[in-house]
């Protein structure tokens, strides 16, 4: 499937979620409220503390806020679709992205993608938005290329993960325990990992990198004078759209293995 007709997929399926516009609307309103309500309590604790391991308020909204953000571009596309594909599996609905005449990776997700991130999206680039007029930097062409790269590749990352999980489907089918380990394990990069000690910060960088997808971004905006942040930074640049092929190609054996439920 090419982008053109992966596009035009998901305009079909954007269109259709918005003959229900009410429910949308509510839906938007009930995230952005929820996400406010986190923000809230970031900055309630900041009052009390000043800085949180040297990070001030501003700081931890941007670090927060590219978190949110590359969750949101990367799950619209892979939340659902990886979510739902035990079930698909055992329904034996999987059945009918095999035979057509496209990628199944591709028709899967753009048959399943999900505007009601959009919500996400929205709050999340606002923070962002306001966090760099505030936070201690100077914006050069680079760093401003930098950040859309960060946002680009923490997105494949977060996309990544999703869809390694949801390729186990095919081997164990019942994986949604693991969903929400990964989203325990989310939770630390809401603040800087500098906070942790130093084997979860290799285990946050190394073995499960999603530190690459805001803290090593962050920490290389904020100061690209030292030379680790200023590498750590470059290769986070690197992990998203590697960990992606990687998780794509896992997907890809499993399909190519399926032989249904029982299978």
Known sequence: MNIRLFSYFVTLIIKSRMEYRGA????????????????LV????????????????SEIAFLYSLNILTYAIGASFTYTPMVSLDQTIINGDFDKYLTKPLSPFTYYLANLFNIGYIAHIVIS???LLWSITQVDVSWTAVKIIYLVLAVISGSFLQAAGLVVIG??????????????IFFKLKEFIAYPISIY????????TWIIPIAMINYY???????????????????????????????????????????GAGG
Not at 27 to 34: E, L, S
Not at 42 to 57: A, H, K, P, R
Not at 232 to 245: Q, R
Request: no cysteine; net charge positive; proline share 2%.
């Open 24 to 39: 949308f609307l509510i839906g938007a309103v009930g995230q952005i409220t929820g996400y406010a309500a986190n923000y």
């Open 42 to 57: 970031i900055w309630l604790l900041l009052q009390n503390f000043d800085t949180i391991n040297g990070w001030s308020w």
């Open 125 to 127: 680039l606002l923070v």
């Open 167 to 180: 390729s186990l489907s095919f081997i164990f089918l019942r994986v949604r325990y693991l969903f929400e």
């Open 197 to 204: 000690g130093t084997l979860l910060q290799m285990i946050l």
């Open 217 to 259: 971004p962050s920490i290389y905006l904020f100061d690209d004078s030292v030379l680790t942040n200023k590498i750590l930074g470059i290769v986070a640049l690197a992990i998203g759209p590697l960990a992606f092929y990687i998780s794509y190609k896992l997907w890809m054996y499993g399909a190519n293995k399926y032989q």
